[in-house]
């Protein structure tokens, strides 16, 4: 799956630098293709978030790889100036840090109600430490001077530092993607948080072998990414002066939560797999961009 949703990415990167060298209809029908790639990668970066066990090395790494895409463009001598920051890698940045913040004002509230409850009359635990698991990875703990602790993504934080980190980190991703402008602006973020709240409230679709189960989660990833794309769409023409068509090729692309079963069961790559989805991006990129600029006829 991981390579179908590649080669989607390259048709649609060719349809968008090659739009005055290709036929119209032909383009037309390689954006409809494309428009199943945000939500295919979006959801492979929440599995992704969702499985990492060192979150810093795997957002570093991202960020490492956005910047070196950066400059791709610039270097193939790229006219399009509104590339900025646009790449989609930078996306998955700001959409890491929205949901770690999300995972820590949640994970703290749920510890708020577990000190509620001590105080209320339930087992105090003992002196010295004690734990329990809430949902995902997020873990609380209480030492003897009765703190409350929370963990996320193997980070421990007393609760009310968790709340701060969290709005921080939070109000950081919105702030971002208001300043550099990275592709699928807020709707991308909106779909990570989207896939990753959906993610939690049942099993993962790898752990689901019963296609009842299945096809149920399925119906609530397609009917709020659904949702989300219409509220999108009307945010797209109402207030950000979108032109109709690309407006409407998105609202093709739930269609690609159709593909997460197998995108979720898919066998993990291993070191050189997984390094080359993320050099093949700028590498892909500065071709295609060479490859339309000596194609293009020159304005007269």
């Given at each position: ?19 005055n060298v290709i036929r119209p209809e032909i383009v037309l029908v390689m954006r409809l293709l494309g428009r199943l ?161 959906l993610d939690s409230v049942e099993r993962p679709f790898y752990a689901i072998s019963d296609k009842t189960t299945e096809r149920r989660k399925i119906f609530h990833f397609t009917f709020g990414y659904v949702v989300l794309n ?71």
């Amino acid at each position: 799956m991981k390579w179908i949703a590649l080669i989607l990415m390259t048709i649609d990167h060719i349809a968008s630098f090659g739009v005055n060298v290709i036929r119209p209809e032909i383009v037309l029908v390689m954006r409809l293709l494309g428009r199943l790639v945000f939500p295919l990668f979006c959801y492979q970066a929440v599995m992704s978030y969702r499985r990492t066990r060192t979150l810093s090395l795997y957002f570093f790494r991202l960020l490492l790889f956005g910047l070196l895409s950066q400059l791709i463009v610039p270097l193939a001598g790229s006219p399009f100036e509104h590339y900025v920051f646009g790449n989609v890698i930078f996306t998955f940045c700001v959409g890491i840090m929205l949901l770690f913040g999300y995972d820590l004002v949640r994970a703290f509230f749920e510890t708020r109600k577990r000190a509620e409850g001590a105080k209320e009359g339930s087992p105090t635990p003992l002196p010295g430490t004690s734990s329990g698991t809430s949902s995902g990875e997020q873990t609380w703990s209480v030492d003897y001077r009765q703190r409350w602790y929370v963990t996320v993504k193997s980070i421990t934080l007393p609760a009310e530092s968790a709340l701060w980190f969290g709005m921080v980190s939070i109000l950081l991703a919105l702030v971002l993607t208001f300043v550099i402008h990275p592709d699928f602006s807020y709707f991308g973020l909106a779909g990570f948080l989207l896939f990753h709240i959906l993610d939690s409230v049942e099993r993962p679709f790898y752990a689901i072998s019963d296609k009842t189960t299945e096809r149920r989660k399925i119906f609530h990833f397609t009917f709020g990414y659904v949702v989300l794309n219409i509220a999108w769409f009307w945010i797209r023409i109402l207030f950000l002066d979108t032109d109709l068509q690309p407006a409407l090729i998105q609202l093709v692309s739930p269609l690609a939560v159709f593909l997460f079963p197998k995108l979720s069961k898919a066998k993990k790559s291993n070191a050189i797999g997984k390094y080359f989805f993320y050099i093949y991006y700028p590498i892909h990129l500065f071709l295609i961009i060479r490859l339309f600029l000596d194609l293009t006829p020159p304005a007269r």
